[in-house]
């Protein structure tokens, strides 16, 4: 069942590659519990299908680190990118992208957040695996106040414009 406006998102774990040593957090991949990150806050959430993608490098992500301004501006605490990539992939992809300290890029190694969302698409007759269906949520202390999910492999109502709009 794909998760809804109103939903509460699932208990899962997100891994980030960490590029600087700080208390708490080492370099390389960390584990954070997504309860434990939402918690009190307001997130922007996009998920899409894979790391280096065309869609996804030159769109998707880009809009993101275009407005992350506009959206804190307007409420949001952090922008997330999650995929189903593992941590060393996400962490080299946002650094090519330039967001490093823009937008969190957090990896579903496994897809189980994912799935979890039901937001899974089987990509295996292309060689691709299972994968992140392209949507945007912005959730408020772990509810899911807004979602965009996009139909089939297209690019219309997951952008950030589309995310900025809908926050007022």
């Not at 998707?60 to 941590?87: F, R, T």
Request: net charge negative.
């Amino acid at each position: 069942m794909t998760i809804q406006i109103g939903d509460r998102l699932p208990e899962a774990t997100l891994s980030e590659f960490i590029e600087t040593e700080t208390e708490g957090c080492s370099l390389g991949p960390n584990t954070f519990n997504v309860a434990d990150l939402v918690k009190g806050k307001t997130i922007a959430i996009f998920g899409l299908p894979g790391a280096y993608t065309p869609t996804c490098s030159a769109q998707h992500l880009p809009g993101y680190i275009q407005l992350a301004d506009q959206l804190k501006a307007k409420g949001v605490d952090e922008i997330w990118c999650v995929s189903v990539n593992d941590a060393f992939v996400m962490g080299a992809w946002g650094r090519d992208q330039k967001a490093t300290g823009i937008v969190r890029m957090m990896a579903d190694g496994s897809g189980t957040f994912t799935k979890a969302l039901g937001l899974e698409f089987d990509l295996s007759a292309k060689g691709l695996g299972v994968r992140s269906q392209r949507y945007s949520m912005l959730v408020e202390d772990g509810v899911v106040k807004q979602l965009n999910l996009e139909n089939g492999g297209g690019f219309a109502v997951s952008s950030a414009e589309k995310l900025l709009e809908q926050i007022g």
